[in-house]
């Protein structure tokens, strides 16, 4: 059924043409992904079709209601209690809620309305993995449309059958996932790659055919020697004709050029390569080692001596639920603490939140020069890597965005005099196209990183091993995120498994009447109590 219907929408601030959208069809069983860099237009295109505002021109027309949940918005409807439970938000007492209590009461709200179409504007904001998993589950038995803006791409993945992709104001659709987008993405590039060598090599043909015909013209004017007068001009006469004729091929030539389709190269960035050799190396197996830490405020403990190791030259993600700890470990760690060991010649370079040593009145590349151990052309080729192209090397960093300058922090910290990164959010305010970047320039740095993130596909692209903080425990897992989900799956499913055999042997015994059977159902109890203990 559809729900939805958006024809010739444009979109403009002054002179500016921000969004079109030729034709929009949305159905009761669409779920769609909006995609784009900050700033393209996503939040507008949402708003427009949410009703939030209007488009200059075009129409949109919808069928039932719809349902906004707008970026850490205020809450005013009643929601059921046993959704709040769940979504881990206990009271509503909106003075004291944070920003990730805010965004799971207003998702609690768009589950319990009878919407028909829920527009969604980067709903993952401020939830940990648990509330975003939680999300994901709801969205799949949500009953009516979804049209989505998220930076999220396992989100995207597990959720969507269709992208939309804002990009130079106008609204590309692409079907399928997040994944089958990026494939589809990568044809066309290299579609657009073939035509634009297609484009120039008839275009070299075509120029070195004026170039040889022009050279003609010019063997033309030449009267050969010992040629008497009357029979110069006579020549004359006849390369002026010849000469016109070749100048209407030269001009046919130039306008089969004119009316080439101009082709345009598509952008190709340089590879990072960071050189192993320019920074000190680390001699230790260890680079960071935890001993019998404990941490909390008050009287709650967020770490109850929990023992940990960073190995080096790996790539280590703290995961943990919002208010676990994981930030405060970080400072822990950086401030080298009681029941922290740092090995010899490790440089830790610390990226926190909300927290950037930035001169304003610099440039982006003066920025990163600054205690920079790599030549300017290193530097330019990470900021390339991380979106920094051309002259905006040159910006000052009194105009860049949020997410702008959290990656020239990024890169500060990826060229400096450091072995060691560790990274509090470092996806925060960061595109998709952004965290992408990211990912390639971290998976090449060579030395070892810790960080803690809430993006799963940020997580499982990097991550070689997992710290975990749980119920103010730390779990050490030798492995990438992806091969701990299905650890996880696989004991969730053993435990199933043991919880009815649990309940089958609870139900024997208590008709049992034999000794020797009470004794062996008695027997089996125990060992299933034992396997459970075990996995949890």
Request: glycine share 8%.
């Amino acid at each position: 059924m559809l729900v939805l219907a958006g024809s010739r929408l444009k979109k403009s601030y002054g002179d500016r043409e921000i969004l079109r959208v030729d034709s929009l069809m949305i159905y009761e069983a669409d779920r769609i992904g909006v995609v784009g860099i900050n700033g393209s237009g996503k939040t507008t295109l949402l708003r427009i079709l949410a009703g939030d505002i209007d488009a200059d021109e075009g129409k949109v027309e919808r069928k039932g209601e719809g349902f906004f949940i707008r970026q850490l918005e205020d809450s005013e409807s009643k929601v059921e209690e046993s959704l709040l439970g769940r979504l881990g938000v206990k009271e509503i007492e909106k003075e004291t809620m944070s920003g990730g209590e805010r965004t799971r009461l207003k998702i609690a709200e768009a589950f319990s309305s009878q919407a028909s179409i829920l527009f969604a504007d980067e709903p993952t904001s401020s939830l940990d993995m648990a509330g975003i998993d939680f999300l994901e589950e709801e969205l799949k038995n949500f009953k009516g449309a979804i049209v989505i803006v998220s930076h999220d791409r396992m989100l995207l993945d597990n959720v969507c059958n269709r992208i939309l992709e804002v990009e130079g104001g106008r609204v590309g659709e692409y079907p399928g996932n997040y994944s089958d987008y990026k494939r589809l993405k990568e044809m066309e590039l290299k579609r657009k790659s073939f035509e634009y060598e297609q484009y120039e090599k008839e275009k070299n043909r075509l120029e070195k055919a004026i170039y040889h015909t022009k050279e003609r013209v010019q063997e033309m004017k030449k009267a050969p020697k010992r040629m008497g007068n009357s029979e110069a001009r006579l020549h004359k006469g006849k390369a002026s004709q010849k000469k016109a004729r070749v100048d209407r091929v030269a001009d046919t030539l130039e306008a089969r050029i004119e009316r080439l389709e101009k082709k345009e190269k598509p952008r190709k960035e340089d590879m990072v390569q960071f050189d192993l050799y320019t920074n000190e190396e680390v001699s230790a197996k260890v680079v960071i080692k935890g001993q019998s830490v404990t941490l909390g405020f008050g009287s709650r403990v967020l770490l109850d001596d929990v023992c940990f190791e960073v190995p080096k030259a790996k790539r280590v993600a703290l995961l943990g639920g919002n208010g676990t700890g994981k930030t405060s470990l970080m400072n822990l760690i950086y401030a080298g603490s009681h029941g922290i060991k740092i090995a010899p010649r490790v440089k830790l370079g610390y990226f926190k939140q909300g927290l950037e040593d930035l001169e304003e009145d610099k440039s982006v590349l003066e920025n990163v020069m600054r205690g920079s151990i790599y030549s300017e052309s290193m530097v330019r080729t990470v900021l390339a890597r991380l979106l920094f192209r051309r002259d905006d090397v040159y910006k000052k960093v009194k105009v860049l965005s949020g997410g702008e300058r959290v990656k020239l922090s990024l890169a500060r910290l990826c060229v400096g005099d450091f072995n060691v990164l560790m990274l509090d959010e470092p996806t925060n305010y960061l595109d998709i196209a952004s965290r992408e970047a990211l990912e390639e320039v971290l998976g090449s740095y060579p030395g070892t990183i810790l960080f803690a993130s809430h993006d799963r596909s940020f997580v499982e692209a990097l991550a070689e091993r997992l710290l975990i903080i749980e119920g103010s425990k730390l779990q050490v897992f030798a492995g990438g995120y992806s091969e701990y989900v299905r650890r996880g799956s696989l004991i969730d499913n053993e435990m199933m498994v043991l919880e009815h055999r649990l309940a089958e042997v609870v139900s024997r015994l208590s008709i049992a009447i034999r000794v020797e059977e009470k004794e062996e159902l008695e027997r089996e109890y125990k060992e299933i109590l034992m396997l459970k203990k075990g996995l949890e």
